[in-house]
Nanobody, 129 residues
Framework: QWQPVESGGGLVQPGGSLNLSCSTS????????IGWFRQAPGKEREGVSC????????HYTDSVKGRFTISRDNAKDTVYLQMNSLKPGDTAIYYC??????????????????????WGQGTQVTVSS
C-alpha cells in the first residue's frame, strides 16, 4: 500500500506563511482527489481543504477561507497547501490523504466515512511568537 508524504511544516510567527507539499512516488497522486486535514492536541481531526484530480473542484473549511490556497501540479505529482496569515489556532499536525477511488470529479472535507484510504505521516505546523 502506498503512502503520500508531507513536507514543509515548521515553526512560524503569527501572520507568517508556510507552503506544505504532498507527494509520492510512482506518479500515483495525480489520479486521486487529495485532502489536507489537521489535528491539534485534544481536538478531533478536521478537514482543511481538498482538491479534485483535475484541480477543478476545491473546498475549504470556513476558518481558512481567504488565507489558505490548495493547488496541484500533476506534472510533478504534488499537491500544495499555501498557508498565509497564520494564526496560533492553526497549530496542528497536518496530514494529506488520497481518496480510495481514483478519477473522481469532486472531493470532500469529510474523513470519517472511509472515503480517504491513503494517509501520510503528517507534518507539524506551529504558529507561535
Amino acid at each position: 500500500q502506498w503512502q503520500p508524504v508531507e513536507s514543509g511544516g515548521g515553526l512560524v510567527q503569527p501572520g507568517g506563511s508556510l507552503n506544505l507539499s504532498c507527494s509520492t512516488s510512482g506518479n500515483r497522486l495525480r489520479r486521486y482527489a487529495i485532502g489536507w486535514f489537521r489535528q491539534a492536541p485534544g481536538k478531533e481531526r478536521e478537514g482543511v481543504s481538498c482538491i479534485s484530480p483535475g484541480g477543478i473542484t476545491t473546498h475549504y473549511t470556513d476558518s481558512v477561507k481567504g488565507r489558505f490556497t490548495i493547488s496541484r501540479d500533476n506534472a510533478k505529482d504534488t499537491v500544495y497547501l499555501q498557508m498565509n496569515s497564520l494564526k496560533p489556532g492553526d497549530t496542528a499536525i497536518y496530514y494529506c490523504a488520497a481518496e480510495r477511488t481514483p478519477y473522481s470529479n469532486t472531493c470532500t472535507l469529510l474523513s470519517d466515512n472511509g472515503r480517504y484510504a491513503y494517509w501520510g505521516q503528517g507534518t507539524q505546523v506551529t504558529v507561535s511568537s
